[in-house]
C-alpha cells in the first residue's frame, strides 16, 4: 500500500487526465459549434460580419469575466463536481440555441455556452495540475489536446449534421452534453479520492514547481505576467481569424462550398492536437520560454505566405500554421502557474478567461474590419501577429533549468 502511494504522489495519475482531457474534449466541440454555424445565422438573419464577431463577443467574454473569480472560489473552496454544474449551463445554451428566432436570443444563448465553459476550465485546470504531479508538460498536452480535439470535430460535425439540417438540429448536441456531465461526475469522484491519498501521504513533491521562477522580485513577477498576457494576445487574435473568419475566407476568396470550408477549418485545428502534447513534452525538458518562441516566431514566416497562396498551399500552410502554434498557450499557462504556484485555479481561470476574452474582443474588431475592407485584409493584418512573439526573450531564463 505505502508503494502505491508513492507512485500516485510522484507520477502523473493517468485515468484522471485522460477522463479531463475527454471532457475537454466534450465541452470544447460544444463551443466549437457556435463559430462553425456562422454561415448558416449569416444568411438566416441576414446578419453582417460585425454582428457575427458580436456572438463570438458573447460567449466568450462571458467566460472571460466569470473565469478568474470562478478559479479564486476554486483555490479556496474546492467542488470537483462544479464541472457538472457548468454543463448543465451549456445545455441550456445549446437548447436556446436550437430553439433561438432572434439575434439577442442567440446571443442570450451563447453566453450560457461561456459560463459552462467558465466553471469547467479552472477548476479542470487545478485537478490536471495535481493529476500531472512532476510531469507538467505532458499533463497539461494530455489535458489540452482534448480541447483541441474537440475544437477541430465542431466544425466536421457541424458540417454533417447543422447545415445540412438546419439550425434546430442543435438540440442533438444535448446528447454530448448529458454525456458530458456524466463523465465529469465520475471524474470529480476519482480526483476526490485521488486527493485524499496524497494528503494521507507526506509527500507533495509531484505538484512542486520551478523554484527558480516561483521566487521572482515583484517586479520581474509583473513584468512577466504581462510578457505572457502579451504573448497570448498574439496567440488568441491569429486563431480568432480562423475560427471565425476562416470559413468566409475559404468562400470568398476560393469560392469552395460551406462543407469544404468546414473540412479545411477542421484540418487546421486536429493538428494542433499534435503540436499539444509534444510541446508539452518539450516544454519539461528545454524550458517554457523556448516552447513560447518557437510557437509564435516559428509560425510567422508561413502566416505572411498564407494570403498570398493558392487554395491548396493555403491548406498546407494552415495545417504548418496550426502545428507549431498549438503548443504556445500550455506553456503560458505552466509557465504562469509556477509564478504564483499557489494559485492555480485563479491562474488557470484568470489565463483561459483572458483567453476566451482577448480571442472574443479580437473577433469583434476584426469583423469591424471585414466589414470596412474585406477578409482578405484581415489575414493580411493578423500575418504580423505572431512577431510578437520576440518578448519572449525578455522572460525571465530562469526556467530554461531542468533536472
Not at 313 to 327: E, K
Not at 333 to 355: E, K, N, Q, S, T
Request: with cysteine; charged share 10%.
Amino acid at each position: 500500500m505505502t508503494t502505491t502511494l508513492a507512485q500516485t504522489v510522484r507520477g502523473p495519475t493517468l485515468p484522471i487526465l485522460v477522463a479531463l482531457s475527454f471532457g475537454h474534449l466534450l465541452n470544447d466541440l460544444i463551443q466549437s459549434m457556435i463559430p462553425a454555424i456562422y454561415p448558416l445565422l449569416k444568411e438566416r438573419y441576414l446578419l453582417s460580419f460585425a454582428q457575427i464577431g458580436g456572438i463570438t463577443l458573447a460567449f466568450q467574454v462571458t467566460s472571460s469575466l466569470l473565469q478568474p473569480m470562478i478559479g479564486y472560489v476554486a483555490d479556496r473552496r474546492p467542488w470537483p463536481y462544479a464541472m457538472v454544474a457548468g454543463m448543465a449551463a451549456t445545455l441550456m445554451g445549446l437548447v436556446g440555441l436550437a430553439m433561438a428566432g432572434s439575434y439577442a436570443m442567440i446571443l442570450v444563448s451563447a453566453a450560457l455556452v461561456g459560463l459552462g465553459s467558465a466553471v469547467f476550465h479552472p477548476e479542470a485546470t487545478r485537478m490536471a495540475r495535481h493529476a500531472a504531479a512532476s510531469q507538467q508538460g505532458f499533463g497539461q498536452g494530455i489535458f489540452q489536446i482534448g480541447g483541441h480535439v474537440g475544437y477541430a470535430v465542431g466544425p466536421l460535425l457541424a458540417a454533417a449534421l447543422v447545415v445540412p439540417r438546419g439550425q434546430g438540429s442543435l438540440v442533438w448536441l444535448s446528447l454530448v452534453a448529458l454525456m458530458a456531465m456524466v463523465l465529469m461526475g465520475w471524474t470529480g469522484a476519482r480526483y476526490t479520492e485521488m486527493r485524499r491519498l496524497k494528503t494521507a501521504s507526506s509527500s507533495h513533491s509531484g505538484t512542486a514547481p520551478d523554484r527558480d521562477v516561483a521566487m521572482l522580485g515583484p517586479g520581474q513577477l509583473v513584468l512577466a505576467m504581462a510578457i505572457l498576457i502579451a504573448l497570448l494576445f498574439a496567440k488568441n487574435a491569429y486563431a480568432a481569424a480562423f475560427t471565425s473568419y476562416y470559413t468566409f475566407y475559404l468562400i470568398e476568396r476560393f469560392g469552395v462550398s460551406v462543407q469544404v470550408s468546414q473540412v479545411m477549418l477542421f484540418v487546421y485545428l486536429v493538428v494542433g492536437a499534435a503540436g499539444v502534447i509534444v510541446g508539452g513534452m518539450v516544454g519539461d525538458r528545454i524550458g517554457r520560454d523556448r516552447v513560447i518562441s518557437i510557437s509564435l516566431l516559428g509560425a510567422l514566416p508561413f502566416a505572411l505566405m498564407l494570403p498570398h497562396a493558392d487554395l491548396f498551399w493555403t491548406g498546407v500552410l494552415s495545417v504548418v500554421i496550426g502545428l507549431i502554434m498549438a503548443s504556445a498557450f500550455a506553456s503560458i499557462l505552466i509557465y504562469a502557474i509556477d509564478l504564483v504556484p499557489h494559485r492555480v485555479g485563479l491562474i488557470g481561470g484568470l489565463f483561459y478567461g483572458l483567453a476566451f476574452g482577448l480571442g472574443g474582443l479580437a473577433a469583434a474588431a476584426l469583423g469591424l474590419l471585414a466589414d470596412k475592407s474585406g477578409i482578405l485584409t484581415v489575414f493580411q493584418l493578423c500575418a504580423w501577429l505572431p512577431a510578437i512573439g520576440v518578448l519572449t526573450f525578455l522572460l525571465p531564463r530562469a526556467s530554461r533549468r531542468r533536472r
